[in-house]
């Protein structure tokens, strides 16, 4: 009797949730990132519209969206893509043109809507390292690379990105030439066989959530990270420190998943988004930079401090969208053979 | 597995590769109809089902029409393209309306498929699409040469042409590290773009050493089963059943937690000082081996096991007593009459490992996963479904071949005492 009431129960709460007002299914990059949008944007925007937001988990490529393209079943309605994806999405048609009209805060966002995208956050990925397996702190590239000073297990992204500019600032290319290098072939080959020095003590995170976590139990002892996870393992009190030398900025966009069935609220929720005081809520939980510049008055200093703002990324590169978006897919071949023999 | 009709115990364990042979009967009586009739939703289920499906995604390995769907006038006006003078006014003209009137999504596949051949082509299409799409009196070859200055590229005229057949060989060559050179042969790609030889020779090699330490652990355990007591056979078969109803998943990531690094395995030798520091034992060869043995032991002890019981004691016995050594009635005698079973065991287990998917992903490393991970890869990951045909294509090929050796083995050894 008590197994059939639950049952019931279970059904009752299935029927009307799918009564309910609208959901919108928004897929972003999980673990602590996906959380901290939740407070900062998710759940104030579905109390403030009547709405639910769901989250999905989003980690890069193309692939989801074209499977969905194929299948005609647009499982996401919104989703947050890095800056190649988003062109490259946009030109197969697998995201929506973006309406800049029905953007309110399009004046203070700028460059930042494009084609098929809305500026959504700046992110940096750094290098992060375990503070206990370190005897001194690694200060760029040239260390990572290093095996005999600073020995043990390190983490890259599975990917083309981050990889191949890594290898080329630790081979000692300045700054301002790494993608003139990289957009020759002997360049990639440069960068590839940089990496082939330490590929014995390579490790490779695929989730976002992954390197924190790895960096925190001492599974890996250097590893990129996005510094928003860096900072929350660090607010949790795990032995994790990061550098800015040798950080790469880049901007990631909101885009509506083509065939959503949800566009009007997907707008809706890209413009809570786009607002300076949720852009500020944000960046004071998770850092990450704002892309509405008003946002910026709103975070206070010791934030600041902490977020990808100029003073911070000058200290990197800023990853170039043009390069990815045209040898994104070329290169994520060759990393693939390359990483599986 | 065992059917009444058959005449030998001992085939029961043997794989049973064809339907069972036509018993004789009666010719078109009502009988036949009835049969008919109870075989045929089987049948329809395994056609519709099983078979199409198969000959759909196969098909994706040779059939790639995207080109032309996108650019149909492009196609028709190429097909008379000497291919060494630049292609006419008429061509660059019926190309230039193609990308003004083409579906996004199809003109996306078609670049996506013509970027696999000459890499740049898919940005270069794209671009050209948006320029001649802006400017509304764009005719000739200049008005390409205008958008993008490589339409000077002959080779790139010839993709385009080679590309707008609906057949392509393509996906075909890429699996087997194979290409087509601008002069028509065909040879391999260069080192830094091979990867699925080398991934098949894995797949091979790893299903094969998996295979033999599954016999020499079968073996001893098979023997005890078969020579214990029935109650306590049907108690020991139950423990080789047992990891069937644990869901595989589980137990292959449970090896995670055992044989991690900080994990059980490690723990213990650590503290028994057999070792100074953790051993890697997962996310490499050793783990694949250990994981893939315990998945697929039980897949060579009941066929063996069967072909065990099968043998009456009595044969060994009198072996021993007309003066055989032991190896001699291992060898000429007890063997013989397990074979099938060790064939059947041995075959089951290597099938069955060629294919395997998840028990890799979870607890290989990057260099030891095998040929379905690259076909789930680009199935789910880059969508090149081309590609993951191609490779299905060639691990289905691997599949039959080994069977038709299979067939070629002869079934049992030289005895046929008792018959």
């Known amino acids: 009797m ?51 937001v769901l989250d999905a988990v989003y980690n890069g490529g193309l692939g ?12 996401w309605d919104v989703i947050q893509m890095e800056a190649a994806d988003l062109v490259l999405a946009c030109e197969e048609g697998l995201i929506e043109p973006i309406d800049a009209a029905r953007i309110e805060a399009a004046a203070a966002l700028g460059d930042a809507i494009s084609e098929c995208g809305v500026g959504a956050l700046g992110w940096s990925v750094v290098i992060g390292y375990n503070t206990e397996a370190m005897k001194q702190a690694p200060t760029g590239w040239k260390d990572f690379f290093d095996t005999a000073t600073y020995p043990g297990k390190r983490a890259l992204r599975r990917s083309p990105t981050h990889a191949l500019e890594a290898a080329l ?3 000692g290319v300045d700054k301002a030439d790494v993608y003139k290098v990289l957009s020759t072939d002997e360049g990639i080959d440069r960068a590839f066989a940089k990496l082939d020095t330490i590929k014995g003590d390579l490790q490779w995170w695929e989730a976002g959530s992954q390197p924190a976590e790895w960096l925190a139990s001492g599974n890996v002892v250097m590893s990129t990270s996005y510094v928003g996870r860096l ?50 809520e944000f960046s004071s939980i998770h850092a990450v930079a704002p892309t509405n510049p008003e946002a910026d008055a709103l975070i206070p200093a010791d934030i600041q401090a902490r977020i990808p703002i100029t003073a911070n990324r000058e200290k990197g590169i800023s990853i170039s969208d043009k390069f990815w978006v045209e040898n994104l897919e070329d290169l994520t071949d060759r990393f693939n053979a390359w990483i599986a023999k | 597995m065992s059917d009444a009709a058959t005449p030998n115990p001992s085939d029961s364990s043997s794989l049973q590769l064809g339907p069972p042979k036509a018993r004789p009967g009666p010719r078109g009586g009502p009988k036949n109809w009835v049969t008919m009739g109870l075989v045929l939703p089987g049948l329809l289920f395994f056609l519709v089902m099983f078979v199409w499906p198969i000959a759909q995604m196969l098909s994706h390995a040779v059939y790639s029409p995207e080109v032309q769907i996108a650019l149909p006038r492009t196609v028709a006006a190429m097909a008379d393209w000497d291919v060494t003078t630049p292609p006419s006014d008429a061509i660059a003209d019926a190309l230039i309306l193609d990308l003004k009137n083409a579906d996004r999504g199809d003109l996306a596949s078609a670049a996506r498929r013509l970027n696999y051949e000459q ?9 050209t699409a948006r320029e001649v799409r802006r400017s509304d009196g764009a005719k000739g070859y200049q008005a390409l040469l205008d958008a993008d200055k490589d339409w000077a590229d002959l080779a790139r005229w010839r993709v385009l042409r080679s590309a707008g057949s609906a057949y392509t060989s393509y996906y075909l060559l890429t699996a087997l590290d194979l290409e087509k050179r601008p002069d028509g042969s065909i040879g391999r790609v260069p080192g830094d773009r091979a990867l699925f030889v080398t991934v098949i020779l ?129 060898f000429q005698v007890y063997l013989p009459q397990i074979w099938p079973g060790v064939a059947a065991g041995s075959l089951l287990t290597f099938v069955i490992c060629v294919g395997y998917y998840v028990t890799p992903l979870l607890i290989g490393g990057n260099q030891d996963q095998m040929l ?40 049992r050894g030289g005895t046929t005492a008792g018959r």
């Open chain 1, 2 to 52: 008590k197994l059939c009431a639950t049952i019931a129960a279970g059904l009752t709460i299935a029927l009307t949730g799918t009564a309910m007002a609208d959901s919108l299914t928004v897929a972003t990059w999980g673990g602590t990132f996906t959380e901290n949008q939740r407070k900062a944007v998710f759940d104030p925007f579905a109390k403030e519209s009547g709405n639910e």
């Open chain 1, 64 to 75: 989801q969206l074209r499977a969905m393209a194929e299948t005609g079943d647009a499982k």
């Open chain 1, 169 to 171: 600032l630790a081979d």
């Open chain 1, 231 to 280: 900072e929350g393992a660090k607010g949790e009190g795990a032995p994790v420190a990061y550098n800015w030398n040798g950080s790469m900025y880049a901007v990631d966009s909101w885009a509506i998943v083509t065939g959503s069935e949800h566009v009007d609220l997907a707008y809706d929720m890209i413009n809570y988004a786009s607002r300076a005081d949720a852009q500020a």
């Open chain 2, 119 to 127: 890499s740049g082509f898919r940005a270069a299409l794209l671009k």
């Open chain 2, 202 to 330: 894995r797949t091979l090699w790893l299903s094969l050493v998996v295979t033999v330490i599954c016999l020499f652990l079968a073996f001893p355990v098979s023997y005890t089963i078969a020579s214990a007591k029935p109650g306590r056979q049907a108690l020991l078969m139950l423990l080789i059943l047992l990891p069937f109803w644990i869901s595989l998943l589980v137990r292959s990531s449970a090896w995670v937690i055992l044989l991690q690094d900080n994990g059980l395995v490690n723990t213990a030798l650590l503290k028994l000082g057999i070792i100074t520091e953790p051993v890697q034992l997962i996310f490499n060869r050793t783990g694949v081996y250990i994981g893939l043995v315990h998945v697929l032991l039980p897949f060579m002890v009941l066929p063996i096991t069967n072909a065990m019981r099968a043998v009456p004691k009595d044969y060994v016995r009198a072996a021993f007593s007309m003066g055989a050594s032991a190896p001699r009635a291992l």
């Open chain 2, 372 to 411: 379905s991970y690259f076909i789930a890869f680009y199935t789910n990951q880059s969508v090149n479904w081309g590609l993951a045909s191609a490779l299905s294509a060639v691990l289905c090929a691997i599949m039959l071949l080994l069977m038709g050796l299979y067939a070629l083995v002869p079934r």
